[in-house]
């Protein structure tokens, strides 16, 4: 079996990780790099891993949040598709094997939440993982009076945490949000969307979806 440590190394999975990043800076959006991707890849994991899912699907559930943004090095839009072809090229060159291809590719080309549905266990801690990661850290702009609303929300949660509750059979996303520079209406004005997206992740899971911004349970 292939394994994300192998994945992790290869310098071309890592070429492609870094353009794709080039490309989004030169569009002005928020860090893609490595900081973000393994973040969803550890996230991703562990979600599976609490909820007792066996270590192979905890694997591809590592290499899809390592890989899941490779697309943006052909556009923005849509993503999550060439992104999901161009891991299979990849994946395929490695010798994964087809049935692991496919979860892989599957979970890459529905994590964006234009198009994207959570058809498995794998895409569904995807989404998740993916959608949870917001902080001011990657926020790249650093002149403040010109941040849109995408840098200022970002930029305004402090502190971000997703954590399952297995007993209550909850995920939870918990933001500490300084109002200073962005509102709670900000957030939902752009993340809408994608909190919709997470309700239907966790729901795949087993799970249902809380957010919690300052201690105050919003959904």
Not at 45 to 57: F, K, S, V
Not at 120 to 131: E, G, M, R, T
């Amino acid at each position: 079996m292939l394994t994300f440590e192998e994945v992790k190394s290869n310098e071309k999975i890592k070429t492609f990780i870094r353009k794709s990043d080039e490309t989004l800076a030169a569009l002005g959006f928020t860090e893609h790099s490595f900081a973000h991707v393994m973040r969803v890849s550890d996230i991703a994991g562990n979600i599976l891993q609490d909820l007792g899912y066996d270590a192979h699907e905890v694997e591809l559930a590592r290499i899809a949040g390592y890989m899941h943004d490779i697309g943006n090095m052909v556009n923005r839009v849509e993503h999550s598709q060439s992104g999901g072809v161009m891991a299979f090229y990849l994946l395929n060159e490695m010798g994964m094997r087809t049935e692991d291809l496919c979860e892989i590719v599957a979970a890459i080309g529905n994590h964006d939440e234009g198009t994207g549905v959570p058809v498995s266990p794998v895409a569904a801690a995807l989404i998740l993982a993916d959608k949870s990661d917001v902080r001011r850290s990657r926020v790249r702009n650093t002149d403040k009076t010109t941040f849109d609303i995408h840098d200022r929300v970002n930029y305004s949660v402090e502190k971000s945490a997703l954590r399952i509750n297995t007993e209550d059979k909850t995920v939870t996303l918990r933001l500490a949000v300084d109002t200073e520079y962005g509102s709670v209406m900000d957030y939902f004005e752009i993340f809408l969307g994608r909190m919709i997206m997470c309700r239907k992740a966790a729901e795949k899971l087993g799970l249902a979806f809380k957010l919690v911004i300052n201690d105050q349970p919003l959904i």
